[in-house]
């Protein structure tokens, strides 16, 4: 599948595209609607290009329609739901059928493949098993391949890396940045692999963890609301991450306009499911930033790349009128190999210009008693944000551990800006 | 011949330095002399103690970043121009003082200076022949009681 000629992969799109509108039109109550109101009928999709005509859909549609309200399939053939809790209040649930699982499943294996891991490899996963997709997606995955999985889930990294030591572990699945605030993880052991995702992260993080630990860092990308990790995976050329558009139909959308962008622009990640049957998702916008690119990849795989996603459209900062994403900030501190990626972005209103503070954590490596060594540590790290967003943050730098955490995670924006 | 001093990372917030008197008093360290070099974000304050080892770990283990750094006791003539002397001879040694700072001796009148050089042994080795005594750590100790 990986390696199918354009014109029939696109013959295949549309004709999954066709089926899937017909399907969700005569099922989903919310979307047949939605069409009516723009006077579309599933007739109407004649090319790819058509599906355009058809409504968007969004996390608030699956909170509003919760708990389902979207569902496409009859609940006896429903066999499992994933839930995520989002931010505020109610949760989203999505129901799945059997081939929904297996499509799922297949795309962690495709994945999985591409990276080089096989059957005698043995792999663990510490993303969080449970209603998360995170942790069932890689497991079915790994177990689909051969692989010996060790289920361990999140949390515990004492326990994490004894047993990736006394089993021979050879690829972990887990978050980039779980891995690198435990960056003791290679030590002494048998890792090769790490399957990085679930959160945006840089290239910046990926040269620190393949630096600090001999490891490949792997890209994996995938969404609850589509179907889990294992939507698109990132090959040895690193082109990108080929997207399994077999089954998941990108777009491009400009987040304002809402008009479809060419590839290679810039904007938010639109997927439209073209084979689910549990849960529908028609022209589902991910909030993610990203790009298509149609240039052949040297690997032979015909199936678009995507640049990782290193940033969401909900987490923009507006500072002094510039769009500014935390993993802009992120990166710039990697370029300082001193200073830990620890820090926090403080904003607050003056009577002028709104106060751009961020406060970074000195470590034991980057400390020094000349004051000279320590003010030109704050210029470098300074340079090396500006170069990057282009504005100038006063830099203060801070005792380690003191800036505020929950569950291992610093929250990172401050916004105190009166709105 | 050199002296272990301690340096602690100070952050731009009150009660920091308070706070680190306070961690070594009760791990029973006392604080024979007490340098701070600050800029108005953060500041760096230089210690030499009773115990080096035992400060740096119980204020690594309340939080601090703190290293330990090798650096140069000398006495000050007690005479005019006492203080020129020295910076004459590391002047003509060729030595670069990266900082220094003065301290008293509670009970007598000696003034002693603590630096820190590129290069400590040529820095001690200049001094020692010029005729300026060095200071080991016992005797910075003793003078101290
Ligand atoms: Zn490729």
């Given at each position: 599948m990986d390696y199918m000629p354009v014109e029939p992969l696109r013959a295949l799109q549309l004709h999954r595209l066709q089926w899937t509108v017909k399907y969700a039109y005569e099922r989903v109550p919310l979307f047949r609607k939605r069409c009516e109101e723009r006077g579309?009928?599933?007739?109407?999709?004649?090319?790819?290009?058509?599906?355009?005509?058809l409504p968007f859909s969004k996390k608030t549609d699956l909170r509003d329609e919760?708990?389902?309200?979207?569902?496409?399939?009859p609940m006896d053939e429903i066999v499992r739901f994933h839930c995520s809790s989002g931010t505020t209040g109610k949760p989203i649930c999505i129901p799945n059928t059997m081939q929904d699982i297996e499509v799922w499943k297949n795309g962690a294996m495709r994945c999985l493949t591409m990276y080089g891991i096989r059957a005698g490899d043995v792999l663990q996963v510490a993303y969080g098993y449970g209603l998360f997709t995170g942790g069932l997606g890689l497991h079915y995955g790994g177990e689909g391949l051969g692989c010996a999985v060790l289920?361990?889930?999140?949390?515990?990294t004492e326990r994490q890396i004894m047993l990736m030591r006394d089993l021979g572990v050879t690829a972990i699945a887990c978050t980039p940045s779980y891995f690198l605030q435990g960056?003791?993880?290679?030590?002494?052991?048998?890792?090769?692999?790490g399957i990085f995702g679930a959160e945006p992260w840089t290239d910046e993080m990926r040269e620190t963890i393949e630096r600090e630990t001999g490891i490949v860092a792997h890209d994996i990308y995938g969404l609850t609301e589509i179907?889990?990790?294992?939507?698109a995976g990132a090959c040895p050329h690193r082109t990108g991450l080929h997207i399994w558009e077999d089954h998941f139909y990108p777009e491009i959308i400009?987040?304002?306009?809402?008009e479809p962008l060419p590839d290679g622009e810039v904007g938010e990640l639109v997927f439209t499911?073209?084979?689910?049957?549990g849960t529908p998702m028609i022209?589902?916008?991910?909030r993610d930033l990203t790009r298509l690119r149609t240039e052949k990849c040297p690997c032979g795989r015909t199936m678009r790349v995507m640049d990782?996603?290193?940033?969401?459209s909900d987490d923009m900062l507006i500072i002094h009128g510039v769009n500014v994403f935390p993993g802009q900030i992120e990166a710039g501190l990697l370029r300082?190999?001193?200073?830990?990626?620890?820090y926090q972005i403080v904003l607050e209103s003056t009577d002028t210009l709104d106060r751009f503070e961020i406060k970074v954590e000195v470590t034991d490596e980057a400390f020094s008693d000349d004051i000279r060594h320590m003010e030109n540590l704050r210029k470098r790290v300074l340079d090396a944000v500006k170069s990057i967003i282009g504005l100038t943050p006063k830099i203060s730098l801070v005792e380690p551990n003191t800036l505020p955490r929950s569950e291992g995670k610093i929250k990172r924006v401050i916004d105190n800006r009166k709105k | 011949m050199t002296i272990n001093q301690i340096s602690v990372f100070l952050e731009n917030r009150p009660g920091q330095l308070a706070n680190i008197c306070r961690t070594l008093a009760e791990a029973d360290i006392s604080i024979v002399t007490l340098s701070l070099a600050d800029t108005a974000e953060f500041g760096i304050v230089r210690m030499i103690v009773s115990d080096h080892d035992k400060a740096k770990e119980v204020l690594k283990a309340a939080g601090h970043v703190a290293n330990m750094r090798e650096v140069v006791a000398v006495t000050v003539p007690d005479r005019p121009g006492g203080m020129a002397e020295i910076l004459d001879v590391l002047d003509a040694a060729k030595v670069d003082i990266e900082y220094s700072y003065a301290f008293a001796f509670h009970h007598g009148e000696k003034a002693v200076l603590v630096f820190r050089f590129d290069d400590n042994e040529k820095a001690c080795a200049a001094l020692a022949a010029a005729g300026h005594p060095v200071l080991d750590f016992k005797s910075v100790l003793e003078e101290a009681k």
């Amino acid at each position: 599948m990986d390696y199918m000629p354009v014109e029939p992969l696109r013959a295949l799109q549309l004709h999954r595209l066709q089926w899937t509108v017909k399907y969700a039109y005569e099922r989903v109550p919310l979307f047949r609607k939605r069409c009516e109101e723009r006077g579309v009928r599933p007739e109407h999709i004649k090319t790819l290009a058509d599906i355009k005509l058809l409504p968007f859909s969004k996390k608030t549609d699956l909170r509003d329609e919760y708990p389902m309200g979207l569902r496409g399939a009859p609940m006896d053939e429903i066999v499992r739901f994933h839930c995520s809790s989002g931010t505020t209040g109610k949760p989203i649930c999505i129901p799945n059928t059997m081939q929904d699982i297996e499509v799922w499943k297949n795309g962690a294996m495709r994945c999985l493949t591409m990276y080089g891991i096989r059957a005698g490899d043995v792999l663990q996963v510490a993303y969080g098993y449970g209603l998360f997709t995170g942790g069932l997606g890689l497991h079915y995955g790994g177990e689909g391949l051969g692989c010996a999985v060790l289920p361990i889930s999140g949390g515990n990294t004492e326990r994490q890396i004894m047993l990736m030591r006394d089993l021979g572990v050879t690829a972990i699945a887990c978050t980039p940045s779980y891995f690198l605030q435990g960056v003791d993880f290679r030590r002494d052991t048998k890792l090769r692999h790490g399957i990085f995702g679930a959160e945006p992260w840089t290239d910046e993080m990926r040269e620190t963890i393949e630096r600090e630990t001999g490891i490949v860092a792997h890209d994996i990308y995938g969404l609850t609301e589509i179907s889990g990790p294992g939507v698109a995976g990132a090959c040895p050329h690193r082109t990108g991450l080929h997207i399994w558009e077999d089954h998941f139909y990108p777009e491009i959308i400009d987040p304002d306009t809402l008009e479809p962008l060419p590839d290679g622009e810039v904007g938010e990640l639109v997927f439209t499911t073209i084979s689910r049957c549990g849960t529908p998702m028609i022209r589902y916008r991910t909030r993610d930033l990203t790009r298509l690119r149609t240039e052949k990849c040297p690997c032979g795989r015909t199936m678009r790349v995507m640049d990782r996603i290193s940033a969401r459209s909900d987490d923009m900062l507006i500072i002094h009128g510039v769009n500014v994403f935390p993993g802009q900030i992120e990166a710039g501190l990697l370029r300082v190999p001193e200073v830990a990626p620890h820090y926090q972005i403080v904003l607050e209103s003056t009577d002028t210009l709104d106060r751009f503070e961020i406060k970074v954590e000195v470590t034991d490596e980057a400390f020094s008693d000349d004051i000279r060594h320590m003010e030109n540590l704050r210029k470098r790290v300074l340079d090396a944000v500006k170069s990057i967003i282009g504005l100038t943050p006063k830099i203060s730098l801070v005792e380690p551990n003191t800036l505020p955490r929950s569950e291992g995670k610093i929250k990172r924006v401050i916004d105190n800006r009166k709105k | 011949m050199t002296i272990n001093q301690i340096s602690v990372f100070l952050e731009n917030r009150p009660g920091q330095l308070a706070n680190i008197c306070r961690t070594l008093a009760e791990a029973d360290i006392s604080i024979v002399t007490l340098s701070l070099a600050d800029t108005a974000e953060f500041g760096i304050v230089r210690m030499i103690v009773s115990d080096h080892d035992k400060a740096k770990e119980v204020l690594k283990a309340a939080g601090h970043v703190a290293n330990m750094r090798e650096v140069v006791a000398v006495t000050v003539p007690d005479r005019p121009g006492g203080m020129a002397e020295i910076l004459d001879v590391l002047d003509a040694a060729k030595v670069d003082i990266e900082y220094s700072y003065a301290f008293a001796f509670h009970h007598g009148e000696k003034a002693v200076l603590v630096f820190r050089f590129d290069d400590n042994e040529k820095a001690c080795a200049a001094l020692a022949a010029a005729g300026h005594p060095v200071l080991d750590f016992k005797s910075v100790l003793e003078e101290a009681k």
